[in-house]
């Protein structure tokens, strides 16, 4: 973002320290220069504001809408396998069938992440860029939205 610095009432010939203020958990603002001299027409500097880095996880309140587990459906799908001569062509049948359906029961989960809640909502900051010489500091602000 560009910042001009503009003299108030006639030239300005002392060093201004730029700053800022307000920004979220984290995040630093780099002024390039961190320093001007408005002189007679003003300065300009650039504001960069480097927030923290965004990392993706299942969140610790996560609550699964299946709770049966591969595991346990495979040791259903063993278990009537291994039983499959007394249960007889029919219930082979059945078997199968559950099995198949199982699969894709169990694959309804794996939506990566379009269902369920929403991800996380934009936040709005306001951000104070201040000019410091001396005993004056002037600002204004500025409003950051982070998605």
């Known amino acids: 973002m560009n910042v001009t610095v503009q ?9 201004v320290t730029m700053s800022a203020s307000g920004l979220p958990a984290s995040a630093v603002a780099i002024f390039t ?7 007679s027409a003003g300065a300009a500097t650039v504001m960069t504001i480097r927030t923290a880095t965004q990392t993706a996880g299942i969140p610790t309140d996560h609550n699964p809408q299946f709770p049966v587990t591969p595991t346990f459906l495979a040791a259903g799908v063993i278990f009537l396998a291994g039983n499959r001569k007394r249960l007889g062509k029919s219930m082979a049948a059945i078997l199968v069938m559950a099995t198949l359906l199982g699969g894709a029961w169990m694959m309804t989960g794996c939506n990566g992440g379009f269902a369920g809640k929403p991800g996380p909502q934009p936040h709005t900051y306001i951000i104070t860029i201040t000019g410091t010489s001396g005993s004056l500091h002037p600002s204004t602000t500025i409003t950051l939205i982070v998605r």
């Not at 220069?33 to 002189?39: A, E, H, K, R, S």
Request: hydrophobic share 30%.
């Open 7 to 15: 003299p108030v009432g006639g030239a300005y010939n002392s060093l």
């Open 33 to 39: 220069p961190i320093t001007v001299t408005p002189g």
